[in-house]
């Protein structure tokens, strides 16, 4: 395993990622899809016919569109960063008997998360374009594209979070705290339009909230994004994962004697 190449050592480890991931489910793998299906369910019945949800404007998209457009790349983003947060702690056995880089193993982990959401991604938006026809199918090519730079900084705190993970114990605990907080800093769940014109320059300081934006710009054609703001989005990313992998080789040396 030593003499592996680092593309096969991440092969690897992303077969067992789905391996252990949906081994015992009734489904499989296939509940990657079926989840998603689920849920676009639970959240038509909820929001739609409990709540009343709608999105202002007279060609404003309907409220679930608007909401899956922008909850699916969370949940890739967020997942991302809960489960590859303790990868380094839980793989302690593994990184005592074998000689390997150590970021393959948060690689695995923000890569899995982002292959599952965005087949849960890709197939709602098919089923909303059939029942409601206001996905823009045409924009999918723009929207998968916005996944990457969206899992670059999935990626940077990833490996930030998962080498202080390491030496801070509830690092992991404190993040399920944030990252709710963080998501509804950004419009996920609401059209910033709602928010009172002073207040919604500030939504521009979440990193997400672009990805809520450009998302929606590009399969719901509701709202605008600048060019500018994709440049700092591309930007913010790359930075992001230049620091978290700094952080990541600094922290790395020491992480035998805390393991």
């Known amino acids: 395993m030593n003499?592996?190449?680092?593309?096969?050592?991440?092969?690897?480890?992303?077969?067992?990622?789905?391996r252990e991931r949906f081994t015992g489910s009734l489904s499989g793998s296939a509940w990657a899809l079926l989840q998603p299906l689920i849920q676009l369910g639970?959240?038509?019945?909820?929001?739609?016919?409990?709540?009343?949800?709608?999105?202002?404007?007279?060609?404003?998209?309907?409220?679930?569109?608007?909401?899956?457009?922008?909850?699916?790349?969370?949940?890739?983003?967020?997942?991302a960063i809960l489960r590859s947060t303790s990868v380094i702690q839980n793989n302690a056995a593994l990184i005592g008997k074998v000689a390997l880089p150590r970021e393959i193993l948060v690689l695995?982990?923000?890569?899995?998360?982002?292959?599952?959401?965005?087949?849960?991604?890709?197939?709602?938006?098919l089923v909303l374009r059939v029942g409601t026809g206001d996905i823009a199918i045409?924009?999918?090519?723009?929207?998968?594209?916005?996944?990457?730079?969206?899992?670059?900084l999935a990626l940077g705190i990833s490996l930030a979070c998962?080498?202080?993970?390491?030496?801070?114990?509830?690092?992991a605990q404190l993040l399920g705290q944030l990252l709710p907080l963080m998501m509804f800093g950004a419009p996920v769940?609401?059209?910033r339009a709602l928010l009172p014109p002073a207040v919604q320059p500030w939504l521009s300081l979440?990193?997400?909230?672009?990805?809520?934006?450009a998302f929606r710009v590009a399969l719901l054609h509701h709202g605008s994004v600048e060019w500018q703001s994709v440049a700092v989005a591309v930007v913010v990313a790359a930075l992001v994962l230049a620091a978290g992998i700094v952080?990541?080789?600094?922290?790395?040396?020491?992480?035998?004697?805390?393991?």
């Open 162 to 171: 998962a080498a202080v993970q390491v030496f801070v114990r509830d690092l």
């Open 3 to 18: 003499a592996m190449p680092p593309a096969t050592l991440t092969l690897r480890f992303l077969q067992r990622e789905f």
């Open 206 to 213: 979440n990193p997400f909230t672009f990805y809520a934006d």
């Open 138 to 152: 045409r924009g999918l090519p723009i929207a998968l594209l916005l996944y990457v730079p969206l899992f670059a």
């Open 42 to 79: 639970v959240y038509s019945f909820v929001f739609v016919h409990v709540f009343k949800a709608r999105i202002p404007g007279a060609d404003a998209p309907g409220y679930v569109p608007f909401l899956v457009t922008a909850l699916w790349p969370w949940n890739a983003f967020s997942e």
């Open 108 to 125: 695995a982990s923000v890569c899995t998360s982002f292959a599952v959401h965005i087949a849960g991604f890709v197939a709602i938006l």
């Open 189 to 191: 769940f609401y059209d």
């Open 247 to 259: 952080v990541f080789r600094r922290l790395d040396a020491h992480f035998e004697d805390f393991l």
